[in-house]
């Protein structure tokens, strides 16, 4: 061992070598009164039980309501359906239940 | 990873595919890394390569796979001249350990899946349970003792071919019956093991592979019995009258919903069965892997032919 052979290693990443981009998150409301609120149902049973809960509760603290759906749970949102609510609302409430 | 990369004739820049859930164009370099940390040797990535090809087609829905809460993962059967080749097992113990073929090739799919792209458990893999076979879940057809066509022929290829076929599934349960010597009787059997799996109250919506043990086969190939007409015959075990599964039937809250009462449904929809050919020469089981949501709000079965 005292033949002080040079080798060089390559390590190799497994991974995707992405880091994500950070983003400052979006100023919380002080209030609801006269923003739009996007209720999205992930369309798993009884989700739209949880949702109209909320819509009621939302619409006493003077919100305003819009409700979507994701074609199925099965899949994530349709970009178009993301880019809908995006430019459509203030805030966005998702709804998983069973 | 330089005689891992000699085990295909691909270049190792090529992308094999966007993997979910983070959408990564992964190359077969990295997909490379992965085998060799999984433990596969050189000759098993090509068949790594067409798994990863399969779990991230829009028909398997890699992403829902991961993503439910439910107990499943890509379970992946090979066929033909390649199984053999690179020494995979079909026999003994095939759903179990100690074949590094099998072992290790389902590992490095779940590897590129956790590592490439970002489908870390807790993260976006949000299953309550999960299984042991997500740790990687791979075995071969025993094709050349099947009185029957494979797996892969009934998907559409030929004996020539070598094919993975990826099924979104749950770990493997046990149908045992040791008396049945005839056809009629074993079939009866499965069939009634099978009108369980998932939840009794599960009709239609999923798919299910059936691993028929050899001497259960024997039942079949003595009767001379082919694929078709045991299908055929199991259809008729397993339909349901809606009104014994509905919603408070027996007491029992969970259910179909009421508008299906006065329907007869069966278990599984046309193609909702998979069945394979494997195991042990000796000992009078099967098994039944269940599967998730099927078609297109859920996972397809997805078989695709392995290049060099």
């Known amino acids: ?98 | 990873m330089v005689r891992m990369l000699e085990g295909t004739t691909r270049s190792a820049d090529e992308v094999v595919a966007l993997i979910p859930p983070n959408l990564v164009e992964c190359t077969v370099e990295k997909v490379a890394v992965n085998a060799v940390m999984a433990g596969c040797r050189p000759e098993y990535l090509p068949v790594v390569l067409t798994a990863v090809e399969a779990i991230c087609s829009d028909e398997f829905n890699m992403h829902g796979v991961l993503a439910t809460t439910m107990s499943v993962g890509p379970v992946l059967v090979v066929n033909g001249p390649i199984a053999a080749s690179i020494g995979m097992n079909s026999g003994i113990n095939v759903l179990g350990h100690g074949n590094r073929a099998n072992a290790t090739i389902g590992r490095a799919v779940q590897l590129v899946i956790r590592n490439i792209g970002g489908g870390a458990p807790g993260g976006i893999d949000r299953a309550t349970l999960g299984h042991v076979g997500k740790q990687g879940f791979c075995f071969a057809e025993d094709e050349d003792a099947s009185p029957w066509n494979s797996l892969s022929e009934e998907r559409g290829f030929d004996r020539t071919q070598s094919t993975v076929t990826a099924f979104c599934g749950e770990g493997p349960s046990l149908v045992i019956d040791q008396l049945s010597r005839s056809p009629e009787s074993l079939t009866r059997s499965l069939a009634a093991s099978l009108r369980t799996t998932i939840s009794p109250r599960v009709v239609t919506g999923m798919d299910a592979m059936l691993v028929i043990s050899p001497e259960h086969m024997a039942r079949y190939r003595d009767a001379g019995w082919d694929r078709t007409r045991f299908l055929a015959e199991l259809d008729e075990h397993l339909m349901f009258d809606t009104d014994e599964i509905i919603v408070g039937a027996d007491g029992i809250e969970d259910g179909l919903p009421p508008g299906l009462a006065g329907h007869r449904l069966p278990k599984f929809r046309p193609g909702g069965l998979l069945v394979v050919h494997a195991g042990g020469s000796a000992g009078l089981f099967s098994a039944i892997i269940g599967g998730w949501l099927n078609g297109p709000a859920g996972s397809d079965p997805v078989t695709r032919e392995i290049t060099p």
């Open chain 1, 1 to 98: 061992m005292s033949n002080h052979q040079s080798t060089r290693t390559t390590v190799l990443d497994p991974t995707a070598e992405q880091r994500p981009a950070k983003r400052e998150r979006t100023a919380r409301p002080e209030s609801l009164a006269g923003l739009t609120v996007g209720l999205l149902d992930i369309s798993k049973p009884r989700g739209d039980v949880f949702l109209d809960r909320v819509e009621e509760r939302l619409t006493a603290l003077g919100a305003k309501v819009a409700r979507y759906a994701k074609p199925t749970f099965t899949k994530p949102a349709p970009v178009d359906l993301r880019h809908e609510i995006a430019i459509q609302c203030d805030a966005v409430i998702e709804a998983l239940a069973d």
